[in-house]
């Protein structure tokens, strides 16, 4: 929004540009030309000693109230919306209109240039944490420059202590941070109005807890008390100091893993012993892997032969029902076998016992003009050989055939 200067004011305070005089003087028209938000994702946030706010046009203090409110557009887009609402749902409901009217901030204007937010700390080793807080401070206000200050080593050591990594390594990794727009190297660790004048900062962002450090109970105080500190919340269970932790607690381990994945005792700062302490450990580790590979390949292997063997012992109970099965057919009582006997047992038996003639058959009488039969005379025969099952069958079979044919 251009910004009207002009020496003279008006007895009642109002500028004579803005009162209902035409002006006696020129006035001057001067842009706000402030860095504006990261559009694209494609290269890193820059630094602020490369590309800083030489807007040469005042930056009035803004309130919170006005600073949600946006540029004009997103201004102008929210009163339409409640216009909207009024006619399509307040007749309707009964409700006054006044109801949505006293919701549209007229009494404040939206600001034609981002609203600078500003959030410093140390950053060390970079975790989501950090990145939900920034998240946070972006997210404010509908149009937001984000500048993160990013405190020296000398400081840190100095008010905090030892940091994992260097003051570069910390910049780098602020500047890939997709919520930053400009990163301050070297940020003061309080602030001044010196330093909040030069960078043009509107807010400061941070969590609400004190923090008392440099022989100050609360080094955000007089900036809550200027009416410049918008609180974040902390992300619990997460934090630098927790990660350092964790590695303390379980440095042996890590340790062995570094070895292990090539580093020297001496870029550890391990000792001689403990060095052969880890790398002992590690060859056991190994072996106890080993083992616990054996043991389960061993277990595959006796559930794949305990399959199989189920599926043998199921396969050979089907095959012997159909074994018992078929061999009670053939020599159970009601067997194929049996009966096929009892057949040739009848043919012998009927074989041996041929048919005899009947006993009340009527005897022929003699004529007594025949005369008495001739006499036979009874010739010595020979002995009948000794009996034999081969020649008692042939003789079964020829009389067998004897008695079809007489059939």
């Not at 706010?53 to 009163?79: N, S, W």
């Not at 890590?254 to 700062?269: I, P």
Request: net charge negative.
């Amino acid at each position: 929004m251009p910004v009207l200067t002009t020496d003279a004011e008006s007895e009642t305070g109002i500028p004579k540009s803005l009162s209902n005089e035409p002006p006696s003087e020129t006035m001057e028209e001067i842009e706000h030309t402030c860095p504006q938000p990261r559009l694209t994702l494609t290269a890193p946030a820059p630094f602020a000693d490369e590309t800083s706010c030489l807007c040469q046009a005042p930056h009035e203090k803004l309130t919170i109230a006005q600073a949600r409110l946006g540029t004009p557009g997103y201004f102008c887009h929210r009163v339409l919306n409640l216009v909207t609402c009024a006619i399509q749902y307040g007749e309707g409901n009964g409700t006054p209109l006044q109801y949505f009217a006293w919701k549209i901030p007229w009494m404040e204007e939206p600001v034609d240039r981002p609203v600078r937010v500003y959030a410093d700390g140390i950053f060390d080793l970079f975790h989501s944490g950090h990145a939900r807080a920034l998240m946070q401070a972006k997210t404010l206000f509908p149009n937001s420059y984000l500048l993160v200050g990013v405190c020296s080593d000398d400081l840190t050591h100095k008010f905090k202590g030892f940091t994992v990594m260097n003051e570069a390594e910390r910049y780098e990794a602020l500047r890939h941070c997709r919520y930053v727009d400009e990163v301050i190297r070297d940020a003061p660790w309080t602030l001044t109005p010196e330093f909040l004048e030069k960078h043009k900062i509107d807010f400061v962002a941070h969590d609400d807890i004190p923090y008392s450090s440099a022989g100050s109970d609360d080094i955000y105080k007089h900036i809550k008390e200027a009416g410049m500190f918008v609180p974040t919340q902390r992300t619990e269970g997460i934090s630098t100091s927790d990660i350092i932790t964790r590695i303390v607690r379980d440095y042996d381990v890590y340790a062995r893993r570094n070895l292990q994945r090539g580093y020297t005792a001496k870029e550890l700062n391990v000792s001689f012993i403990n060095e052969k302490k880890y790398r002992f450990q590690n060859q056991v580790d190994k072996m106890k892997e080993k083992v616990k590979n054996v043991e389960e390949r061993s277990k595959e292997f006796v559930n794949r032969v305990e399959e199989k063997s189920h599926d043998l012992i199921q396969k050979w109970e089907e095959k012997s029902r159909e074994f018992i099965g078929n061999f009670l057919e053939l020599f159970g009582p009601d067997g194929a076998w049996k009966q096929m006997f009892q057949e040739r047992s009848n043919r012998m038996l009927h074989a041996l016992s041929p048919k005899q003639s009947p006993v009340s058959s009527p005897t022929r009488s003699r004529s007594p003009s025949r005369s008495p039969s001739p006499t036979f005379l009874w010739l010595p025969h020979k002995p009948s050989p000794p009996f034999s099952p081969k020649a008692a069958s042939a003789s079964m079979s020829s009389m067998s055939e004897g008695d079809e044919d007489e059939k």
